[in-house]
């Protein structure tokens, strides 16, 4: 068909290609359009992938946003932007230390008195007397036992009549012989007589041997019925009764006696230690050892090394080790189990640091150091090298000089060049956060994730919080806060008074002020610093105050909403810390510690604090 000459009835395309639906003409009401239909829209196969990716994005970008418990963001707000990228850590801390160094083998051992003995019956018969009491101390050769000796005695009697009789008869033996011999001199009588008549002083002076021997043996059974001590020491529970009658069989004996003073420790010596001590020894050196309970806090006595012994055990690789002690308290108890502490040399003038500090990692022991100034402090990694430990306390070789200040708690939350907060920093207050005295007391969560709580600490500007812990450089350091959470936590003190301290000096005394509560930190350090403990002390102290910081933190969780019931919960903890840094004072520190509580807790009754 030819159409070329035929007019286009279609307007002109527009500069933009219409849709489907503009191409279609408009359909008169009423009427059906009898053209093809539009294809249904497509759907993209990508729109469910394109959802779940960007949920991800945005749980991503909350994760960041959002601020993690136990860190903090030292200048941002608490919903900051960049809460999680310069986060300061809470870390407790400690001074490195110059001093000496004792080292200590810390073994198993077993009291071992030098005797022990079951006294026995020598002879039967019935007891008559019991003159001891059990378990009283006796001497050596102290009558324990009588025996009725009555029999023994009449045996006796016989003993020596048999004896008057048969020396009679030697006597008159003898004076036959004499007279014998000299008839035979005379050539009177015939010899075989002579040598008769020997023969029967021979017998006669036998049986007068037999005689008295029999006596000896009477006056030994006698000698038997009265039973004495063999050794000087301790008797126990008696065996027998007033009554019974006792033979030499006798199986649990009558009574056993315990040789006391001294007492002898036997304990295993690794193979490894041995060169070391007999090295010592061998120089004339008197090694010390001190014997500790079964808990290992409380001293027993003190004694020495003895002796070691002459062989090795190859299925343990031990060598029995022997030491002495005077035990003139009678501390040690035979067969005791007893926990030994050796002294075996001294490193004078040793860098010293806790233990706690000491960190492995892949390229061999590190210590995080604390650097910058007051409020603003960061770490850095340094590489060690550790000598020899005792306990709680390393000698350092190298990396570290006195007078640095290392990680203690808190390290594996660290890197490189790190924030971090010490005990007695102030913190600025974050936004919304009450200030000053009597700040609300909420379930909102501090910058260290405990509830929020206002007032700003003792030396602090208005508006900051003190951390609630000793200095770095106190005795307790990073263990005085019995709460852990930190100038936002309900222990943060309110501002403090001063309490009279013993020789005039003053101490701080947190959580007076107005709106202050219990204020761990602050009042430990009080009560700590006029004892001026040694390095080993502050040492001992720090971990236990370290461990009472969590044991208070768990409690109050668990106390739940109740502030009572949370001070309470973290008292008892610091009851404990107490109770347990008691064995390790002297007792002049003792002294000076019960009269410093005394004094803070008058001024805290008097201050209407608490106590």
């Known amino acids: 068909m030819d159409t070329g000459s035929r007019p286009s009835t279609r307007p002109p395309a527009p500069a933009s290609a219409p849709t489907s639906d503009e191409r279609r003409p408009a359909a008169p009401a009423g009427s059906f359009t009898s053209g093809p239909k539009a294809p249904p829209p497509h759907k993209s196969r990508f729109g469910w992938v394109g959802l779940v990716v960007l949920v991800l994005i945005v749980l991503a970008v909350l994760w960041f946003l959002v601020p993690h418990g136990g860190q903090t963001s030292a200048g941002a707000g608490r919903h900051g932007r960049g809460a999680g990228m310069n986060v300061a850590t809470t870390v407790a801390s400690a001074a490195v230390t110059r001093g000496d ?89 015939a010899s075989q007589q002579v040598d008769l008549q020997a023969a029967t002083v021979k017998q006669d002076e036998g049986t007068v041997k037999a005689d008295e021997a029999t006596i000896a043996t009477a006056k030994l ?181 006195p007078g640095d200040i290392v990680v203690t708690d808190g390290s594996d939350r660290l890197r490189e060049s790190a924030p971090v907060i010490l005990p007695g920093d102030c913190i600025p207050a974050f936004p919304g956060a009450g200030a000053g005295h009597g700040a609300h007391k909420s379930g909102a969560h501090g910058p260290y994730g405990g509830a929020a709580s206002g007032g700003h600490g003792g030396g602090c500007p208005t508006g900051e919080r003190q951390a609630g812990q000793p200095s770095a450089t106190s005795i307790a350091a990073g263990s005085g806060s019995v709460s852990g959470g930190g100038p936002g936590s309900a222990e943060s003190a309110g501002s403090s008074d001063a309490a009279p301290a013993p020789g005039g000096s003053s101490q701080s005394v947190p959580g007076q002020g107005t709106g202050g509560s219990e204020s761990g930190g602050g009042r430990t350090q009080a009560l700590l610093a006029p004892l001026n403990l040694d390095a080993q002390q502050q040492l001992k102290a720090q971990a236990i105050f370290t461990k009472a910081r969590g044991d208070a933190m768990a409690a109050a969780a668990n106390a739940g909403d109740d502030p009572d019931a949370q001070r309470n919960a973290r008292r008892q903890a610091m009851e404990q810390a107490f109770s347990q840094l008691d064995p390790i004072l002297r007792p002049d520190q003792k002294a000076k510690l019960a009269q410093v509580r005394a004094q803070m807790a008058q001024h805290h009754g008097a201050g209407g604090g608490q106590p």
């Open 221 to 401: 059974d006698i000698a038997y019925c009265h039973i004495v001590s063999p050794v000087a020491g301790r008797v126990g529970l008696r065996q027998v009764d007033v009554g019974n009658y006792v033979t030499s069989s006798l199986t649990n004996g009558l009574v056993i006696v315990t040789e006391i003073t001294p007492m002898d420790v036997e304990f295993a010596l690794p193979e490894d230690n041995l060169p070391q001590v007999q090295a010592r020894l061998h120089a004339g050196a008197s090694l010390p050892v001190v014997a500790y309970d079964r808990t290992g806090v409380t001293q027993l006595a003190v004694g020495k090394i003895l002796t070691l012994d002459n062989i090795v055990d190859s299925a343990t690789g031990t060598v029995k080790a022997k030491a002495r002690f005077d035990n003139g308290a009678g501390t040690l108890f035979p067969q005791q189990f007893v926990n030994v502490r050796i002294l075996v040399d001294t490193l004078h003038n040793a860098v010293i640091a806790p233990t706690a500090a000491v960190l492995r990692g892949a390229n061999g022991l590190y210590a995080y150091v604390v650097q910058g100034g007051q409020n603003h402090h960061t770490v850095t990694m340094r590489t060690i090298t550790v000598g020899p430990a005792a306990g709680e306390a390393t000698a350092i070789l190298s990396g570290l000089e």
């Open 101 to 189: 160094m004792p080292i200590y083998l810390n073994e198993l051992g077993s009291a071992t008195p030098l005797a022990t003995v079951v006294v026995q019956p020598q002879i039967a018969g019935y007891i008559q007397a019991i003159a001891f009491k059990e378990g009283e101390m006796v001497k050596k050769g102290q009558l324990l036992v009588q025996i009725d000796d009555r029999l023994y005695r009449a045996q006796l009697l016989s003993a020596e009549a048999a004896l008057a009789r048969d020396q009679a008869a030697l006597n008159e033996a003898q004076v036959d012989l004499k007279r014998y011999q000299l008839l035979l001199s005379q050539d009177s009588i």
